[in-house]
């Protein structure tokens, strides 16, 4: 193959990767807290808000295993008191990946009930995958209420996607060379 339909190559897999997955409604990893993780010191209110998680997306807890657990409960109200004595599953190890499987709410909460009454907390309302952008979301308190202007800093999602893309062109050079 001639360099010139290697470029061409090159260039057309960038954009179907570039824009098909946009147009395809891409499934997205959402890294709960930022940078910061799942840790006391995460304001958990600031960081889902504007957020929009859809069926397919997954979300990721990153903490210290030896100071923190994530409780998944299966209440607002085991929500709201932080009652973690019967959760639906309980999360250890550290790192976890949850995929979002289905439409509703689920609730999440530090398995620390001092950390969760700190505000350690998240509730995930899953729209539908096709669904357009949500003009309302849920507070960490429940009510809803108009949405701020998406935040400035990209989520560790978009850095994720870059990531990648930065791969593909590094491979779609490397092929270029041979």
């Known amino acids: 193959m001639g360099t010139g339909k290697k470029m061409l190559v090159v260039l057309f897999t960038m954009a179907v990767v570039s824009f098909g997955g946009n147009l395809a409604g891409a499934q997205m990893h959402h890294m709960v807290g930022g940078h910061r993780g799942w840790a006391p010191s995460s304001d958990m209110a600031s ?72 505000g350690l907390k998240l509730p995930v309302k899953v729209l539908p995958r096709d669904s357009p952008q949500n003009p309302m979301a849920t507070t960490l308190k429940g009510s809803t209420s108009a949405l701020a202007p998406p935040p400035k800093t990209p989520s560790g999602s978009t850095h994720l996607y870059e990531s990648l893309l930065l791969l593909l062109f590094g491979i779609g050079l490397c092929c270029l060379s041979i």
């Open 47 to 118: 960081w889902c808000s504007g957020r929009n998680f859809r069926v397919g997306d997954k979300i990721w807890f990153n903490y210290s295993a030896a100071e923190e657990s994530v409780a998944e409960v299966g209440s607002m109200e085991e929500y709201v008191s932080c009652n973690v004595s019967n959760p639906i599953r309980m999360y250890t190890e550290g790192v976890n990946s949850i995929s979002l499987d289905k439409e509703g709410t689920r609730y999440f909460t530090s398995g620390k009930p001092e950390s969760c009454k700190n």
